[in-house]
């Protein structure tokens, strides 16, 4: 017999969705897409299938994210999307309904957390509860929230970037702007446009991200070939772009990330200050990725800031971690 866990933990992203079983640890990691044929309304995949769909389907194939800036836009097909996910993590015959543990961003209002658990019950969970990602992130970033101490926490992940000062298990002080791992890929998209007249699509401007992209300007510069669309002859056309050409393009997106870091640690107690001096400032999130963020941080804050070990899973772990101790976190988790 398969083993069933009776409890779920999903770190419900705009641009990945994780889920956790506790002793197994992350079983899916599949981006945040769903393919929808709009003749009859059908969801046709799910996932990593949808994802290779986007931008390339005919009309009447829509392939989009129903997740927007952390939050759901289109509560049908998020229902149908964490069913998918459920059923993937728990074997599709399970008897048992599970318990579920979403995370959602720090800024949620007490309606778009609303949403989150009902979409999270109508797709097949026996109890679910909604937890802040920053404090799922530090737990699983191995940050003991529960001592006096002050721990700082910067979650950048595709839609949303949440940053949060934790201190005996709860938030201290904490912001969350929509700015993120998307607004970066469109914001390379627009500077392509701008400088080379070519049109790319968000894929190939992640791409150009993770291969070439950094926070601050470096010496030896990478390279790298992109294909679009020539705006003026419409022909398909490629052309190189170095790091630094995407440090100028990605600018602004990251001097909001670095104010909403700046506006928390304005916020916070002097005796917590002293401690994230000490401690420095954790970095977790698949956006946090992006080459020389950390070194970002410290020439703007004068903070250390270090990248937790596997950024990409650390709400995934953090929500696992809640589940096994659920009592101890019962307290941090106002709503059910």
């Known amino acids: 017999m398969k083993f069933f866990s009776k409890k779920l933990g999903i770190d419900l992203g705009t641009a990945n969705t994780l889920v956790y079983v506790p002793g197994k640890g992350v079983v899916l990691n599949e981006p945040s897409v769903v393919a929808v044929s709009e003749s009859d309304n059908r969801i046709l995949a799910v996932g990593l299938e949808a994802k290779t769909m986007i931008g390339r389907t005919p009309d009447n194939i829509v392939a989009y994210r129903p997740m927007k800036d952390g939050v759901i836009a289109d509560y049908r097909v998020t229902e149908a999307m964490l069913r998918y996910y459920m059923e993937k993590a728990m074997g599709k015959w399970s008897m048992w309904k599970p318990e579920v543990m979403v995370s959602v961003p720090a800024g949620v209002t007490s309606t778009e957390r609303r949403a989150v658990i009902e979409a999270t019950m109508k797709a097949g969970a026996r109890k679910a509860y909604v937890i802040r990602e920053p404090i799922l992130a530090a737990i699983g970033a191995g940050i003991p929230i529960h001592e006096a101490r002050g721990h700082m926490v910067v979650d950048i992940g595709g839609g949303t970037t949440d940053v949060a000062v934790i201190s005996l298990g709860g938030i201290v002080s904490s912001a969350s702007v ?40 470096v010496d030896e510069e990478l390279s790298m070939m992109i294909k679009g669309r020539d705006f003026v002859s419409g022909l398909p056309r490629s052309t190189e772009i170095k790091t630094n050409e995407i440090v100028k393009a990605i600018t602004k997106e990251l ?31 698949g956006s946090s990725m992006l080459r020389n963020l950390p070194e970002l941080v410290f020439r703007r804050t004068g903070v250390k800031a270090t990248l937790a070990k596997d950024p990409l899973f650390c709400v995934a772990n953090g929500t696992g971690i809640a589940l096994e101790h659920l009592d101890t976190y019962k307290r941090t988790i106002i709503s059910k």
């Open 178 to 217: 929509k700015c993120a791992g998307n607004r970066i890929d469109a914001s390379i998209i627009d500077y392509i446009k701008k400088t080379f007249n070519l049109a790319i699509g968000d894929k190939t401007a992640e791409d150009i991200k993770i291969q070439v992209g950094s926070a601050v300007p």
């Open 255 to 285: 001097r909001e990330v670095i104010k909403a870091i700046k506006d928390v640690l304005q916020e916070t107690p002097p005796e917590l200050s002293a401690d994230i001096i000490d401690q420095g400032i954790i970095m977790t999130g």
